[in-house]
């Protein structure tokens, strides 16, 4: 993660040519150099396998599964950029039918080159399909053409798609944003804060998010805007070359930046956050409980705080029955923020688990497993943590006894 840079060594270069012709043949290979942005983080060489030789599948039995799939994500890749390219026999065909005209527009591949070994995968699953190479037939003009099914389809103009971890980091990539280094640790952040929360792989912003979103967009809209951002990067770049002094990039940002500040802190005094009542009544006092928000997400709290300082969980449930045993799916969260489905009677007496919201009459035989040893991941992590604070606070209370 510390370069984006296309650069590879000679040796590198080598070692990909000789894997190439030995695995696929000679007209696979083709001697590419890839140029490299004008921003871009090239201290660094290409991230790449350090020997070609050790194929995924010849390494396999050392590895996790997940050291596995990152292992064989960046050996394809590496050895595809440097393979010939793929050559495709485009078709489109026009069909006149009486007064209508009709199009249908197809490809076959003659020459598969990078693509025997690599085929880049998208979020997207419309741009998927779209993706897909209709195989058509060589034809003649005015060939007749026997009807087997015109399906007709209706067209609106749709928003963009939400974000996912992979096309936001594209984005920051586009906009000049941050650096390779820094695009992992932006993500964690906001989504430890409870300011995004995943829903499979997509993005979806939380009340919390939306509302620090609003606050920080009206009270400090020549900070939070993709241009300032793009612009510090480059200062701080022309401060690692010599060419800037960077006490007076400080000074330049911080004089107007601080006055800012101080006076969103005094209108802010004034805000009052209005929070989300239950009908769940506190157990201490008797007062009907409401919703806040803290650093792992959404809790139930007594507003009687600070005189009552009774707190507790927040389970959602969905309106779809367990598939397993008709009883109440609740939803949570791993270690990492994916948010899973469980059925209430988990691990009792119903192993219904999933990274799939349920439908209804789904009918499920197997639970995740994968998400199951995730989970119990999670449960005996959270358990040694306990366990290490139980014997901190003995010592502490055996010394202070001493």
């Known amino acids: 993660m510390r370069t984006d840079s296309t650069r590879i060594s000679d040796e590198a270069r080598n070692m990909a040519k000789n894997v190439i012709e030995k695995n696929f043949g000679t007209e696979y290979y083709e001697n590419r150099f890839y140029k490299v942005k004008n921003d871009s983080q090239d201290a660094h060489e290409a991230i790449r396998p350090t020997y070609p030789d050790l194929s995924p599948e010849q390494i396999k039995e050392y590895l996790t599964p997940d050291q596995y799939k990152l292992y064989r994500l960046i050996y394809n890749r590496f050895i595809a950029s440097q393979m010939a390219s793929a050559i495709y026999d485009t078709i489109t065909i026009d069909i006149n039918a009486n007064e209508y005209n009709f199009r249908t527009s197809?490809?076959?591949?003659?020459?598969?080159?990078?693509?025997?070994?690599?085929?880049?995968?998208?979020?997207?699953?419309?741009?998927?399909?779209?993706?897909?190479?209709?195989n058509i037939p060589y034809l003649n003009k005015k060939d007749e053409l026997k009807k087997d099914e015109i399906q007709t389809k209706q067209s609106f103009s749709e928003p963009p798609p939400r974000y996912t971890e992979a096309s936001l980091v594209k984005t920051l990539e586009e906009k000049g944003i941050g650096r390779p280094s820094t695009y992992a640790p932006t993500i964690t952040t906001i989504l430890t804060r409870n300011y995004i929360e995943k829903v499979q792989k997509t993005i979806y912003p939380t009340e919390l998010g939306k509302i620090v979103n609003k606050l920080l967009i009206e009270n400090f809209e020549n900070v939070i805007n993709v241009e300032f951002t793009a612009e510090m990067e480059k200062q701080f770049d022309e401060i690692a070359e010599g060419n800037k002094k960077w006490k007076e990039t400080i000074r330049e940002f911080y004089g107007p930046f601080e006055e800012v500040v101080e006076k969103v802190e005094k209108e802010l005094e004034h805000v009052q956050l209005v929070y989300e009542e239950t009908d769940i009544k506190c157990e201490k006092c008797g007062r009907n409980m409401v919703i806040k928000i803290g650093k792992y997400g959404k809790f139930l709290a007594c507003p009687g705080y600070p005189e009552c300082v009774n707190a507790k969980p927040l389970i959602e449930e969905i309106d779809v029955p367990c598939p397993k045993c008709g009883a109440k799916v609740q939803i949570r969260k791993t270690k990492k923020r994916r948010i899973y489905y469980i059925c209430e009677n988990n691990p009792t007496s119903c192993?219904?688990?999933?990274?799939?919201?349920?439908?209804?009459?789904?009918?499920?035989?197997?639970?995740?497993?994968?998400?199951?040893k995730e989970v119990k991941?999670?449960?005996?992590?959270?358990?040694?943590?306990?366990?290490?604070?139980?014997?901190?606070?003995?010592?502490?209370?055996?010394?202070?006894?001493?």
């Open 106 to 134: 197809g490809q076959s591949i003659k020459f598969k080159g990078f693509m025997t070994l690599y085929v880049e995968d998208t979020d997207d699953e419309k741009e998927s399909e779209e993706l897909g190479i209709a």
């Open 351 to 372: 192993d219904y688990i999933s990274w799939k919201k349920p439908k209804l009459g789904e009918m499920i035989e197997e639970s995740d497993e994968e998400l199951e």
């Open 377 to 402: 991941k999670k449960k005996s992590t959270t358990k040694r943590k306990s366990d290490t604070a139980k014997k901190k606070t003995t010592r502490k209370t055996t010394k202070n006894k001493k």
